[in-house]
């Protein structure tokens, strides 16, 4: 049995309410067909000589966005012209090679849009859906993506529903309680508005603030149509 709607949320009535799936290994993904999943998260502990690679690159890139279509083949030559050729810069590469190859592989596509950038500061402070079908998200290093649960929303007041109050004033939500975030190395997809059958169902995050002088690094992974 469905758990019930808290009255006092404005939720569209649905099918299904949606749930969050989080696993240990990238097998988790499968979850993300499911009809009432809308976030699935692989947590993961990001290994030494990649958070070495990461903290070397941020000393001399305090600023840095790369946006590219990249297939699996071409990810490690692309990413790697991007960042540069330092010590250690084949640990990152090969990461995000790993990460396109699982994405394109998980939804037969053929290629992937990818965005790699340094963030000194939050670049979606307020709480929104995605109009895509999925994106992939993982932080490298810093603090990473703030969401909601579906349960805990009331979608009424995302965009102009928030009648100009800030998110904490708004009630989207009831707690500061209710906010989940990911984790530095998690890697996390998001199932947005445009998913077949997940209208008006799309996870709902933000990206957080960002504490002085600690800056993310933050990927994005987008289908190409």
């Known amino acids: 049995m469905n758990a019930a709607v ?30 009432d999943t809308n976030i699935v998260i692989w947590q993961r502990k990001l290994n030494d000589a990649l958070q070495e690679s990461v903290a070397r690159f941020l000393t001399t890139n305090t600023y840095f966005k790369s946006v590219m279509t990249v297939t699996p083949d ?10 540069g050729r330092f010590d250690g810069a084949d640990v990152i590469c ?15 596509l053929k290629r992937a849009g990818l965005r790699f950038s340094v963030l000194n500061q939050a670049m979606c402070p307020r709480f929104h859906v995605d109009k895509v079908p999925c994106r992939l998200i993982t932080t490298y290093q810093g603090v ?16 102009a529903g928030n009648l100009g109050k800030v998110d904490a004033e708004s009630g989207l939500y009831r ?7 990911l984790n530095q190395g998690d890697v996390a997809l998001l ?17 957080p603030a960002v504490a002085d002088k ?3 690094l933050m990927l994005t992974l987008d289908f190409i149509s």
């Open 74 to 83: 071409s990810t490690y030559e692309a990413v790697i012209e991007a960042l």
């Open 6 to 35: 808290p009255t006092h949320l404005n939720v569209p009535k649905r099918l299904n309410a949606r749930r969050s799936v989080i696993g240990e290994h990238p097998a988790s993904f499968i979850d993300f067909y499911q009809e």
């Open 214 to 216: 600690q800056p993310r």
């Open 94 to 108: 090969e990461d995000v090679a790993l990460l396109v190859d699982m994405f394109c592989c998980l939804f037969e």
């Open 144 to 159: 990473a993506t703030e969401w909601l649960a579906d349960k805990d929303v009331d979608r009424s007041k995302l965009g």
């Open 175 to 181: 707690s500061s309680r209710d906010i989940q975030q």
């Open 191 to 207: 199932k947005g508005e445009l998913w077949v059958g997940n209208e008006n169902a799309g996870l709902v995050h933000r990206s």
